[in-house]
């Protein structure tokens, strides 16, 4: 069975999206109800230049949120290297705010440490969730962005507490970036643990839009919030080079890259149907046209080649990116 498709809202109230207010985010959440999602994605950090507003939008539309499932994280500057995010007193202050500003007194489904915290001590930081859990003000934790070595003691101190493991990872999986498939899903398996995945189309790198120049009003242009980091991110000559010739593949087989890395994630990658997919936009029409991709079902054998070359092309040199 394929993965839970989630909608992942760090683009509500953030510059250059349609979803600047109540009624934008309703007629966001109508569209999903009828395309059968009914778990929001959301973080304290989110927008990034208006930290909380995203929060804030789901409470305001609480008559309809509130159907919803709801998951949030644990606030993190990124300006910072993530020392501090995950004190119990951090902890406490990030949860107790994003639930006024969500509007949901009975609290989140998962709470995500959104980073690893270099300076906190394990044994703070996992007995912090814990609290919250017994508190009622969430139902399981998880981590995002946490490296291996980190959640393999995370899961240590776990056992040997007791404590409530982490119950999901969230991270970065997409057709260009398949690092977690090595080490990463195999612990979450042995563990119990599902993966939820951001970036599924990289950003938007892999709609191909980014070699041709192409980027204006997109995540990669220059006045974008993100564009300078995603332009980093993506921008090596081995990567865009692969991906143009991805893009022919693609086109031979009259379809379009982005539909080909949808189709990919939800039927051929290493997902389950306990994992999930985060599903991002910053316009209505965007999301619609995602979900009818998906419901195209799987890829054509003939077309499973190119994806398979497309990640051989670029291994070497994302392998390890998580």
Known sequence: MAPQLIFGTATFGMDKTEFQDPESVNAVLEALQEMGIQRLDSGARYPPKSPGRSEQLIGETKTLSGHFTVDTKVYTDAQTDGSGDLTREAVEASINASLKR?????????LYAHRADPSTPLEEQIEAFNQQIAQGRCKAWGVSNVPVDVLEEILRICNEKGWQKPSCYQGDYNLATRGMETKLLPLLRAHGMSFNAFRALAAGFLTGKTVSNQVAGTRFADDNPLGKALQKMFGSDTLIAALKKFNTEATSHNLTPVEVAIRWIVYHSALSDQDGVLLGASRLEQI?????????????????????????????????II
């Open 102 to 110: 969500l509007q949901r007194p009975e609290g989140v489904n998962v």
């Open 288 to 320: 619609h046209g995602t979900v009818a991709m998906i419901r195209k079902g799987p890829l054509p054998e003939n077309m499973l080649k190119g994806t398979e070359e497309f990640w051989l092309a670029v291994k070497d040199s994302r392998g390890d």
